[in-house]
């Protein structure tokens, strides 16, 4: 009987949950030992650039995602702040892990952070430092591709 990725997922983590668990949405399985403070974080990626070794993984310290993070961790719509990033996968087939970047809400629930595209992609704006901005998933939704001020 084939397993739908939900079972694989759930099955992966409990097959080795002295190294793994689920984030909080359940949308990533996180590497127990793979957190760093949001200044940790910093630190290493100018220390070392691009690339680390980490848990047997080359993990990327740069890119555009991370770039606009280490620019700002806090969302530019509601102000919540990352503090710290997360070593994750997205699914049981992604061997390539990759760091998120978490906060918490004023309740105290994860906020996963996100880059957004001031000018959406889809009215002209591109893919670069200048054109991105850090929001946390929640605000970044309720944006979608309106532009600031934009009803």
Do not use: W
């Not at 099955?11 to 949001?38: D, H, T």
């Not at 996968?89 to 004023?106: C, E, I, K, Q």
Request: include cysteine.
């Amino acid at each position: 009987m084939k397993q739908n990725a939900l079972q694989a997922k759930d099955n992966f983590v409990r097959f080795n949950p002295e190294k793994f668990e689920f984030s909080e949405n359940g949308r990533y399985i996180r590497f127990k030992e793979g957190v760093l403070s949001y200044e940790e974080f910093c630190r290493i990626s100018n220390e070392y650039g691009e690339r680390v070794e980490m848990l047997g993984h080359g993990i990327k310290l740069s890119g555009l995602r991370l770039d606009t993070f280490r620019r700002s961790p806090k969302c530019v719509k509601c102000g919540a702040v990352g503090t710290r990033f997360h070593l994750e996968l997205g699914s049981v087939n992604d061997m390539s892990p990759h760091f998120n970047l978490y906060g918490r809400d004023a309740e105290g629930k994860e906020l996963m952070f996100t880059k957004d595209h001031i000018l959406p992609k889809s009215k002209g704006g591109r893919d670069s430092l200048e054109n991105m901005q850090t929001m946390c998933t929640v605000c970044n939704c309720e944006k979608g591709n309106k532009i600031e001020g934009e009803e």
